[in-house]
């Protein structure tokens, strides 16, 4: 059996759609073809997934923050969580938060996102993430 060549083969009878849609059963369908409502993804898929869009917040925080390379760890790692949470055109405007971020103000910029409507709306999460800013001046 030639795998390849029945990959084009679906490929050229399914297509390949990067964003969800409506096949013609009315079904929530992804890729080549693959029936996310009744199939779903599995487990090293979700993972991949997962390692993809933390590159993609990485690359975008890079491009965006022209101190990226000085900030401590838990405090990429926090505006990675944001990042991945809100997109980076929303995260950024968290105008406060970055002023006391390019300053080395940790605990205030960990304030000053509590003091959010993003933080009101995903509580816990909001205090995890400030908590991770905070702890960039013990890094």
Known sequence: MNIQRLRQQLIKHESIELKPYRCTSDKLTIGVGRNIEDRGISHETAMQMLDEDIDICINELQQTVSYWN????????????????????RLMAFKKTFGFLREGMYSKAADELLDSRYANQVGQRAVDVANMIRDGAND
């Open 70 to 89: 000085n900030l401590p760890s838990r405090v990429k790692e926090g505006l990675i969580n944001l990042c991945f949470n809100m997109g980076i055109s």
